[in-house]
């Protein structure tokens, strides 16, 4: 499908890693750690910016706990002529707890728990901003991969098709206009 991931957990392992942190995140390297987590979704802001600017099919991973900013980009998306889904990966609190544990970055349970909530929360947001046929939850509390077969099917058919501002856009740049939108200040 060619599409880019923009994660910032990549980026803040990177970071981390580069720092010499450690992934179990202990509480005396709060400071240093905080720089990296900044610093890392400086980086992915920038890289969602620049995949968005050069029109190219984006996945944002993230825990939608941070409902503000999940608004934001999809609303960014959207301005910018791109459809839209959400795939909401679905757990229990305690699935979410048991899972980090055997991660090798570990969260502090209250902040596994604070980041469930907020991204429980979301839920219904998130299905008003995108629509509920663009819309999906995937339940991901047994072991093993969820079975998304149907939805994959969906997914790669739906990603595969071009949407009418996306083939304004390139039907532009083909003929060698500027591909963004401006003004012509002399009329």
């Known amino acids: 499908m060619g599409l880019k991931v923009v994660n910032s957990d ?80 679905e757990t229990t609190l305690e699935t979410a707890k048991a899972r980090n544990k055997t991660r090798s970055r570990t969260l502090p349970d209250a902040v596994v728990e604070f980041s469930w909530k907020g991204a429980d929360k979301a839920k219904p947001i998130l299905k008003r901003l995108v629509g509920a046929a663009n819309y999906h939850e995937i339940d991901n509390n047994k072991e093993g991969l969820p079975n998304v077969s149907g939805l994959a099917g969906t997914l790669t058919a739906w990603a595969s098709r071009l949407n009418g501002t996306a083939l304004q856009w390139i039907l532009a740049v083909k003929k060698g206009q500027d591909s963004m939108k401006s003004e012509d200040i002399n009329t």
């Not at 750690?33 to 620049?50: C, G, I, P, Q």
């Open 10 to 89: 990549i980026w803040f392992q990177h970071l981390m890693k580069r720092k010499g942190l450690s992934l179990k995140m202990p509480a005396n390297e709060f400071e240093a750690r905080e720089a990296a987590r900044y610093a890392s979704k400086a980086v992915t802001d920038k890289r969602l910016t620049s995949l968005i600017n050069a029109r190219l099919g984006v996945i944002v991973d993230s825990t939608s706990g941070d409902i503000n900013k999940s608004q934001r980009i999809i609303t960014m998306l959207k301005n910018s002529g791109y459809d839209v889904k959400v795939i909401f990966i």
